[in-house]
């Protein structure tokens, strides 16, 4: 009889983990508290409590080549950086081609999830949902948690002295849906990440005045890279902001930056500098979530000085028995799908008995371990922050999906000078090993003409790619010309 999973939310996380369950012949039922799928991608015009939320003109900041499930490529007009939108229609495409709708209740709310009584024999737990003022407890043998981590928003209003006092509204950005009701106003945006910088650029067109106010300044890099292509198929790593029009409108004076907030007063903000920003009539605070799960007893989770306490990110270390997986909680410096994915097919695996975890003590040694990496990498113990690349590399290697270039290069070098010098796409973790996908091959060799073809008006020649390991040894020949230089002369 097929194991049953039960599975919390169905976004991109929720859809991932259907997939998988039934790759691996177990029999998934997802709960979603929406009457939808795509959960922070379904845009509302209204928040609602317990639902992640986005604004009206959210695009996405990674291309749709490092964005899309696995076996599943975007069709070839669609834009590299989508409208939200546009990502809400190939989700469902998703869902519906791949027939995975019938294993979702909609308009269901989870309440709790707890151990069942024999869970030290079974690992079984027993989930409680409501529907239309009904409760219902269903028994799984497993649960995959892939609600995500932009529901409940971080409003630090204790960290502002004098906030209580201010006559002026403020909101969280998860609260922001538009700019049409700041037209006029002159707005205070605290937070200098992707969504306060969109927000800011945003209302500057419509607000009398705008100013961000940062603790630590960031990196803004445009999303546009060498030769046109979008920057993560030609940079390996993600910076922290990508934003296309902040820098200008810093240098034209429509947006301007200030330091920290040092206390609010009933009409003004005075900053860390000693200027004051004066009539403020809202104050838009970009400044992230916190991660919470009411259904679930947070001991589960917080088992190490109060903070999330997961093994790479996905399984609980101290359970008795490993039954239970997070899904989408990581925030990898990269594209939310695949990422899911493929923590999705390792707790499938994991859940069917095709894989085993290392044990209780190596799982924590493990997780202390990456925890002073991130102290040293990101300036701060970050326990959800993690490097995109090494962290595919990790999943992929548990389970057997982690391209073997050595292999590649000596039975298909073509292929394998793709992977090695090309984007670390998706498609190459569905490449070979269990849950290999026919299509890898064929994806990978093709990624750069869905990349171009959005953006071609006419007949052309072969669009030309680019190639890192030319740039590298460009690089590399400039130090070597003035060294000759230098030995030819003295």
């Known amino acids: 009889m097929s194991k049953r999973v039960g599975i919390i939310g169905a976004g991109v996380s929720g859809l991932a983990a259907i997939w998988c369950c039934l790759e691996e012949g177990l029999e998934p039922t997802c709960f979603e508290r929406s009457n939808d799928v795509g959960g922070l991608w379904k845009f509302s015009d209204h928040t609602e409590e317990g639902r992640a ?21 975007y069709p070839d007009d ?49 989930v409680v949902t409501e529907k239309d003022g009904k409760q219902e407890s269903t028994i799984f043998d497993a649960v995959m948690i892939c609600s995500g981590h932009h529901v409940y928003p971080n409003l630090p209003t204790d960290s502002f002295p004098g906030l209580d006092r ?34 800011a650029v945003e209302l500057s067109r419509l607000a009398t005045q705008v100013i961000i106010s940062t603790r630590s300044g960031s990196w803004v890099m445009s999303r546009v890279w060498d030769d046109g292509y979008p920057w993560d198929m030609v940079s390996l790593r993600k910076e922290p902001v990508f934003n296309d029009e902040l820098p200008s409108h810093i240098l034209c004076g429509i947006v301007s930056i200030k330091p920290s907030v040092k206390e609010f007063t009933e009409t003004s903000a ?5 200027t004051v920003f004066e009539a403020i009539n809202s104050v838009i605070f970009a400044t992230g979530y916190d991660y919470s799960y009411p259904f679930l007893d ?90 995109y690349i090494t962290y595919m590399d ?33 498609y190459q973790f ?14 990978i060799l093709t990624q750069w003409n869905r990349t171009v073809k959005p953006t071609r008006t006419r007949v052309v020649s072969e669009a030309q790619r680019p190639y890192p390991f030319y740039n590298l040894l460009k690089m590399l020949s400039f130090p070597l010309l003035l060294l000759a230089a230098t030995l030819t002369f003295y």
């Open 298 to 387: 947070e001991t589960i989770m917080k088992s190490r000085n109060n903070e999330v306490t997961l093994f790479k990110g996905i399984f609980p270390p101290l359970m008795e028995k490993p039954t239970l997986a997070v899904i989408g909680l990581v925030q990898s410096l990269g594209a939310a799908i695949p990422t899911a994915d493929l923590q999705a097919r390792w707790a499938a695996k994991v859940f069917a008995s095709r894989c085993t975890l290392p044990t209780m003590n190596e799982m924590m040694d493990d997780i202390e371990e990456k925890m002073g990496k991130k102290l040293k990498w990101f300036g701060q113990s970050q326990t959800l922050q993690t490097d």
């Open 270 to 274: 005075v900053f860390e500098d000693g």
């Open 53 to 73: 939320s986005i604004y009206q003109s959210v695009f996405t900041n990674s291309s749709k080549e490092m964005m899309c499930f696995p076996d599943f490529p």
């Open 166 to 199: 201010f006559r002026g509204n403020y909101l969280h950005s998860r609260d922001y849906k538009n700019p049409e009701a700041f037209k006029g106003k002159r707005v205070l945006v605290i937070g200098l990440e992707n969504s306060g910088s969109d927000i």
């Open 78 to 126: 669609y834009p590299n950086y989508m409208h939200h939108s546009k990502l809400q229609e190939y989700i469902k495409t998703f869902a519906q081609k791949k027939d995975l709708l019938r294993y979702i209740q909609f308009e269901t709310l989870v309440s709790s999830i707890k151990k069942c009584t024999s869970f030290l024999v079974t690992g079984q737990w027993v």
């Open 430 to 443: 569905r490449l070979m090993g269990p849950g290999k996908w026919d299509g890898a091959r064929n994806a």
């Open 394 to 426: 990790e999943l992929g290697s548990f389970i057997g999906a982690k391209p073997n270039i050595p292999w590649l290069f000596l039975t298909d070098p073509r292929l394998a000078l793709e992977v090695y010098f090309g984007p670390c796409s998706p």
